[in-house]
């Protein structure tokens, strides 16, 4: 099936996918998940089309979600961004929590994607067509 990429833009940026809520492209969106400017050099159509259906089966490096207990009790999840002295949880807001090693009692590596398995579901195939179009065209660079 072939697709459209301009509709594939207005489903990217759309309600209803909100694909834009978490992903970067070309420097539009949020900074939750991966910038897909150049996903175009990682999956072909196929792949792309996988990943985007079943995200939890391929969960891209450095995104594997975490969940961190501390001493007080709270518990925070995200990816982690550095581990040494302490860690830097990326939470799914994009916002960044530095917690001290000392401080932690639990951590855990969760077996699904922080992008939800259902961000497809509206989708008809003719808009994942579209949608899949636009992530492969070559980005026009803005300054
Ligand atoms: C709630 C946040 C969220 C939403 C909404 C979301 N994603 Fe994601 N997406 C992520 C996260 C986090 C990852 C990295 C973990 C993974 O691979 O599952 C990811 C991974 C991906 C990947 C694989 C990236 C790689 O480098 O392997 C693709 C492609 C993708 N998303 C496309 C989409 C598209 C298209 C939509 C809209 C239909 C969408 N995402 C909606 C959070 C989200």
């Given at each position: 099936m072939s697709g459209d990429a301009n509709r594939g833009r207005a489903i990217f940026y759309g309600a209803t996918a909100a694909c834009a809520r978490c992903h970067l492209f070309n420097g539009e969106g949020r900074d939750v998940g991966p910038d897909l400017s150049s996903i175009r050099t990682k999956y072909q159509r196929l792949e792309l089309l996988d990943n985007i259906l079943n995200p939890s089966a391929n969960i891209a490096f450095g995104y594997e979600p975490w969940i961190?207990?501390?001493k007080?009790?709270?518990?925070?999840?995200?990816f982690i961004l550095a581990d040494g002295e302490s860690i830097v949880l990326k939470e799914s807001t994009g916002e960044q929590r530095t917690i001290a090693k000392d401080q932690i009692v639990l951590r855990k590596k969760q077996p699904m994607s922080?992008?939800?398995?259902n961000?497809?579901?509206?989708?008809s195939a003719q808009d994942l067509a579209d949608l899949t179009d636009f992530l492969l065209i070559t980005p026009v660079r803005k300054n």
């Amino acid at each position: 099936m072939s697709g459209d990429a301009n509709r594939g833009r207005a489903i990217f940026y759309g309600a209803t996918a909100a694909c834009a809520r978490c992903h970067l492209f070309n420097g539009e969106g949020r900074d939750v998940g991966p910038d897909l400017s150049s996903i175009r050099t990682k999956y072909q159509r196929l792949e792309l089309l996988d990943n985007i259906l079943n995200p939890s089966a391929n969960i891209a490096f450095g995104y594997e979600p975490w969940i961190v207990k501390v001493k007080s009790g709270d518990v925070y999840s995200g990816f982690i961004l550095a581990d040494g002295e302490s860690i830097v949880l990326k939470e799914s807001t994009g916002e960044q929590r530095t917690i001290a090693k000392d401080q932690i009692v639990l951590r855990k590596k969760q077996p699904m994607s922080i992008m939800p398995d259902n961000v497809a579901l509206g989708l008809s195939a003719q808009d994942l067509a579209d949608l899949t179009d636009f992530l492969l065209i070559t980005p026009v660079r803005k300054n």
